[in-house]
């Protein structure tokens, strides 16, 4: 609930902002000063840090007794922003030298790690200006997970820019780099300058950064760059790079006292799996020395050693987390207002508000609101609502009583029936803007701004989205029958909720013009918690491949793992479960048989996603070389479905699986026949084909808006013209490893590391960081854990430009102890042979002779060698 500030000097709530719903809450005020003074006795020790962690105080209860006023109240009072007549009087004793609050009020079951960092490096802003390892390490990070766009400011300023900017300039100066240090804004030298640290580290693994830092930091430096992407953002990473923080803070003498408020903290239990629990747990774990006050509406149960998804649990690890603890900090449960703070909560409103209630009214309220403060905030509505309609009537009984859903009701009444719809609309969403609302309701944009005034309605400022209404509210609102005045019934929450996708839709379809991929993303996401929270009717795709646009958009998104963090991890509809499966079976973290589970139950559902997944089911087991179980899903799937695409399934697993013979004639009369015979030609060492019809289909798949099947044929273009026309340079490799990881597209990032080995423009060290990491992606992207062959290409063609003949050898036996070996792999067998390195032969059907495919590609192999000045 939202209570505006007093403007010259009324108050149209019972109390002021900043969260005063409490007059005299001395259970939760002296818990707090009792965990923050033995805190600070705790972090003044020099012990080292051991296995307990006594750094966490929880405040829960039942939603609506005003947890997050209590928050919000606690760090107000810390920060000495309230008066000292306050109910709970003088700020504590113990000094807190920073705050943080993190809200996940509009969490659908996720913490947003990247978030969390800038929360935290803006908190410690107020400490001191520069903290040199977790800001390089930050923007590191920040470089990977968000490629191209700038480093973000904190406390909307963009002094964190310049702090970077100096810090990566010192670095720089003292490794003798300073001539290369260009001129520019600070944001751009921030970014700059620290990747320009990172390729020094690549380069030279014997530096160390002129920083004070713990041992190891450079290489951590190198995996906060190499290891997260923009669908992989590594929380795991992000939380190491939070304790950097913390080690920063251990430090300094006198440690500084930095407290982190974390509020809502029951949202984390939508997901079923409870991942970003476990990094919250994981987050605290590491920053022993910060103290984290925690509100939710669930007792914290990190002290069962049985909860084996938690990275650190157990009593031993989280002693003030046991039930019946009785040192500070531990949990406490928060109930409602009692009797005496009600009654002078409402008094003082009363008062300060001039309010037609009589003492039996106010007795009355007392009773009925059990002490609840979210009631006691829409009876003040109520109350206020009949004072200003004159007449000198008097608050009656009935008007402020008779239940949570019966006093929202009557706010609504006051409300004129525009806003009302706007209000109701609201609800679909867990978190909204104008546009989306008015979209909803059918009103215009003037309406939906004046309803986001009113006190039911949160403000998050900075936020894409920024607005949120309480979920006692919400649920109020959302579960009332038609048959109240002006209730929605079910058609009618479809109907809004449909008007709502359709606003979606065109989000969707202007970022997708612009070629904006989190704005597409965004608008994906929107759809997916409409259809997750209501029965919705969505408008047809325009292909008919597809049920309607939204199953299209899911697939041909920049990135499904980009949609992760944007959708919630549970849905009323059965459309909407059978959503998130979908995207839960793409995503990397989750175990490769659970994503064959999920598919599986997709397939079998009556669902727009229903041939989708039996599809994407025939590519997982296809990614998995398990080639007859991949051909029978598409036999069966062609069968019922018999679409040119998936009649085209089998001849490509045929080929990925070297039974070329079998491809060709099983891709006889088909459409697929084209494709299968390029690949199949240049597997046997003819490019000729494919570099005349490749570009028809580059522009073929950029017209239709098929971003990532684009960008992945885009990369394996580069690749081949590298090698085989030398007709690329450095810059255009570069420029496309950068629109790649832009998008989050691994596959193309690999590609665009070959490329770039291949052109052979960058010196030994360089090449060999690259080599690097397109092994680490090759071994994180495959089913089982090997080298790809795009590492073995590059490799090979490095080690034999070098004429390093143990590198050969030594790729020779990786190679060799692979399982099996798919149709890419043929030129990296051609070339171990010419050097007399034969590989163990796998199963083949080849068109033409074995030897005759070898000699072709060691004549390509000799003219790429040539080109670089190697002679056989």
């Avoid at 939202?2 to 818990?31: M, N």
């Amino acid at each position: 609930m939202r209570v505006p500030p007093p403007a010259g000097g009324s108050d149209r709530g019972w109390l002021p902002h900043a969260g005063e719903l409490f007059t005299d809450r001395q259970t939760e005020s002296q818990a707090f000063k009792a965990a923050l003074a033995s805190f600070r006795r705790l972090i003044d020790q020099d012990d080292e840090v051991g296995l307990a962690r006594r750094n966490l105080v929880t405040f829960y209860g039942l939603g609506g007794i005003g947890k997050t006023a209590l928050s919000e109240r606690l760090e107000a009072w810390v920060k000495h922003d309230l008066p000292l007549v306050n109910g709970w009087g003088p700020t504590p004793a113990t000094k807190v030298d920073a705050s943080v609050r993190i809200d996940l009020h509009g969490s659908a079951g996720r913490i947003d790690m990247t978030a969390v960092l800038l929360a935290l490096r803006a908190g410690v802003a107020d400490i001191r200006r520069r903290w040199p390892v977790f800001d390089l390490a930050f923007t590191a990070y920040w470089s990977a997970v968000r490629p191209g766009e700038p480093l973000p400011s904190i406390r909307s300023r963009t002094e964190y820019a310049d702090v970077v900017a100096d810090t990566a300039g010192e670095i720089l100066k003292d490794l003798g780099s300073a001539a290369d240090y260009t001129v520019g804004t600070p944001v751009g030298i921030g970014v700059w300058g620290v990747r320009k640290i990172i390729g020094i580290l690549r380069r030279r693994r014997d530096v160390r950064l002129g920083v004070s830092a713990f041992a190891g930091f450079e290489d951590f430096l190198l995996r906060c760059a190499d290891d997260p992407s923009p669908t992989e953002a590594r929380p795991v990473l992000a939380c190491e790079i939070a304790a950097t923080l913390s080690w920063e803070l251990a430090t300094m003498a006198p440690s500084p006292l930095l407290t982190v408020f974390v509020d809502t903290t029951e949202r984390l239990a939508l997901d079923k799996r409870r991942v970003s629990e476990c990094h919250l747990n994981t987050l605290i774990h590491d920053m022993p020395n910060v103290l984290f006050v925690l509100t939710g509406r669930n007792m914290l149960d990190w002290y069962d050693e049985c909860r084996a998804d938690l990275p650190y649990r157990g009593r031993w690890t989280w002693p003030g987390l046991v039930p019946g603890a009785q040192d500070a900090p531990r949990q406490h449960l928060v109930g409602n207002l009692s009797p005496s703070d009600t009654r002078a909560l409402i008094e003082r409103g009363r008062r300060l508000l001039d309010l037609p209630m009589s003492d039996e009214v106010v007795e009355e309220l007392v009773r009925s609101s059990a002490g609840l403060p979210q009631y006691l905030e829409l009876a003040r509505q109520v109350a206020l609502s009949v004072k200003d309609a004159g007449q000198g009537r008097l608050v009656q009984v009935n008007e402020v009583t008779g239940g949570l859903r019966s006093l929202v009701m009557r706010v609504l009444d006051d409300i004129p029936a525009d806003e009302q719809r706007a209000i109701r609309a609201a609800c679909l969403f867990r978190v909204f803007d104008t546009a989306l609302i008015a979209a909803a309701a059918d009103v215009d944009h003037g309406c939906a701004e004046r309803a986001v005034t009113r006190p039911m309605i949160d403000r998050q400022d900075g936020q894409r989205f920024p607005y949120r209404m309480h979920d006692a509210v919400r649920e109020a609102i959302r579960r009332t029958d038609h048959q109240v005045a002006g209730g929605w019934s079910e058609r009618d929450w479809e109907v809004a909720a449909s008007r709502a996708a359709a606003a979606a839709r065109l989000m969707h379809d202007a970022a997708k013009e612009r070629e904006e991929n989190s704005g597409v993303l965004d608008a994906i996401g929107i759809a997916i918690g409409l259809v997750c929270e209501q029965d919705t009717t969505l408008e047809a795709s325009p292909s008919a491949s597809y049920a309607d646009w939204l199953s299209r958009a899911i697939v041909f998104s920049p990135s499904v793992q980009g949609l992760r963090p944007r959708v919630p991890t549970a849905s009323r509809t059965e459309y909407g479960r059978h959503v998130l499966n979908f995207i839960a079976a793409k995503a990397l973290e989750t175990p490769a048989e659970e994503r064959l589970r999920l598919l599986r139950h997709i397939s079998r559902a009556d669902h727009p996603l229903r041939n989708i997944a039996r599809r994407h089911l025939g590519y997982t087991l296809k990614a998995q070389h398990r080639w007859d179980e991949a051909l029978q899903v598409f036999d069966e799937l062609s069968a019922e479905v018999p679409t040119p695409l998936h009649l085209g399934q089998r001849p490509q697993v045929l080929s990925t699986a070297r039974r070329f013979v079998d491809a060709r004639d099983a891709a006889a009369n088909l459409r697929v026949r084209a494709l299968i015979t390029r690949t199949q030609e240049y597997a046997h060492g003819r490019p000729q084909r494919y570099f005349a019809e490749i570009g028809e289909k580059l522009s073929g798949l950029r017209a239709a808006g098929r971003q990532r099947e684009y960008l992945e044929d885009l990369g394996v273009f580069l690749e081949r013209r590298a090698f085989l026309l030398d007709d690329v340079g450095i810059d255009e490799v570069e420029n496309f490893r950068d629109m790649a990881e832009l998008a989050g597209h691994t596959v193309a990032t690999r590609s665009a590391l070959l490329a770039m080995v291949l052109v052979h423009r960058s010196d030994p060290a360089e090449i060999s960081v690259m080599l690097d990491r397109l092994k680490a992606l090759d071994l994180a992207s495959g089913p089982t854990g090997a080298i790809g062959f795009r590492y073995a290409f590059a490799e090979f063609c490095d080690a034999r430009l070098a004429g390093d003949w143990d590198r050969l050898t030594g790729l020779q036996q990786e190679v060799d102890r692979l399982e099996g070996r798919t149709r890419p792999w043929v030129p990296v067998e051609c070339f171990l042979q010419s050097v007399g390195l034969p590989v163990r032969p796998v199963p083949t059907q080849w068109i033409e002779p074995h030897d005759l495919v070898g000699r072709r590609w060691a004549r390509h192999l000799r003219s790429y060698l040539r080109r670089h000045d190697v002679r056989q």
